[in-house]
Nanobody
């Protein structure tokens, strides 16, 4: 019953910034772990960042120091702040929600980093 809606993607030059948002409806947002994944053309979907219900975070090595995941339980929203963007970050970014073995996915938002 959880629905996720990503927004904030777009075209940005290398070195630029974007902030992605994922708004959740249904379920109890505050108790779910949330994550951002991405999939580039010809590549497998990969984990970018996660944040638990207790606000613990993890990041892929490729984005450490550049990306920051956060959540606002009052707004049922998880964010991904992306700084110092590189062309290699170009992908469709997907929001994920999980509690126990149950997972939900958003439809994705395109991020393109190009000069």
């Amino acid at each position: 019953q959880v629905q996720l809606a990503e927004s904030g993607g777009g075209l940005v030059q290398p070195g630029g910034s974007l902030r992605l948002s994922c708004a959740a409806s249904g379920g109890i947002f505050s108790i779910n772990a949330m994550g951002w994944y991405r999939q580039a053309p010809g590549k497998q979907r990969e984990l970018v960042a996660t944040i638990t219900s207790s606000f613990s975070t993890t990041y892929a090595d490729s984005v450490k120091g550049r990306f920051a995941i956060s959540r606002d339980n009052a707004k049922n929203t998880v964010y991904l702040q992306m700084d110092s963007l590189k062309p290699e970050d170009t992908a469709v970014y997907y929001c994920n929600s999980r509690r126990w073995s149950v997972e939900y996915w958003g439809q994705g938002t395109q991020v393109t980093v190009s000069s």
